[in-house]
């Protein structure tokens, strides 16, 4: 069974700061996902990003990037020049590439950008 | 573009009641999920279901059943509801791996 460990409940920082989100995981498979989504005040879960273990180059979306680290089952968020709609609970989760398709999660941490 | 919708924001039931939670999917999408989200537990997967009228337990399947007789549609039903089911509840389609979620059910148990 796979766990996801999300070891920053909260954390809060400036404006267009950057800020970073660490997630650990541990898993005996060689294949799968890590996935990085964000649920806003209003509750709607959204995806951030979406890194396949197979691939060595981290996946960046505009001002999202990931730090993967396979070999230490690490996998972090980097948020670049943060903005007040960044506040919200970010989730880190993993889905083995073949199977069902289910998403093991961590407990999240919730950002707060401060103006 | 993906759609992913649930019955209601927020549900108000009486010890006892049988809950039906609906959720339902526009994009063809063979599986479907239904977590639980409590505060410092992250979410959880009830049930999920991988085809009409097929269906699997999740981690944390008891005081739950679902129902899955549409492609489209997924139902988690509380058959006789207790306190400790108030949560939100997420429902979930997805493609080879992605999920996408529906906004959430806030579901109060008195």
């Known amino acids: 069974a796979q766990t996801v460990t999300q070891s920053q409940p909260e954390m809060s920082v400036q404006e267009a700061e950057t800020v970073t989100l660490s997630c650990t995981y541990d898993?005996?498979?060689?294949?799968?996902?890590l996935f990085w989504y964000k649920q806003p005040p209003s509750r709607q879960m959204i995806l951030v990003i979406r890194?396949?273990?197979?691939?060595?180059q981290n996946a960046t979306e505009n001002r999202f990037s990931v730090n993967f680290q396979k070999a230490a089952k690490s996998f972090s968020l980097k948020i670049s020049d943060s903005q007040l709609g960044d506040t919200a609970m970010y989730f880190c989760?993993?889905?083995?590439?073949?199977?069902?398709?289910?998403?093991?999660f961590g407990t999240g941490t919730r950002l707060t950008i401060i103006p | 573009d993906v759609k992913v919708t649930q019955s209601s924001r927020y549900l108000v039931k009486r010890t006892g009641e049988k809950v039906f939670l609906e959720c339902v999917q526009d994009?063809?999408?063979?599986?479907m999920f239904w977590y639980r989200q409590d505060p410092g537990l992250g979410l959880r997967l009830i049930y999920f279901?991988?085809?009409?009228?097929?269906?699997e337990k999740g981690d944390i399947p008891e005081g739950y059943s679902v129902s899955r007789e549409k492609k489209e549609r997924f139902s988690l039903i509380l058959e006789s509801a207790s306190t400790n089911q108030t949560s939100m509840y997420l429902c979930?389609?997805?493609?080879?791996?992605?999920?996408?979620f529906g906004p959430g059910t806030r579901l109060l148990v008195l």
């Open positions: 979930a389609s997805s493609v080879p791996g992605t999920q996408y």
């Open positions: 898993t005996s498979e060689n294949n799968y996902y």
């Open positions: 890194q396949e273990a197979y691939k060595q």
């Open positions: 989760a993993f889905m083995n590439l073949f199977g069902n398709e289910k998403l093991t």
């Open positions: 994009m063809d999408h063979e599986n």
């Open positions: 279901s991988y085809d009409v009228k097929m269906k």
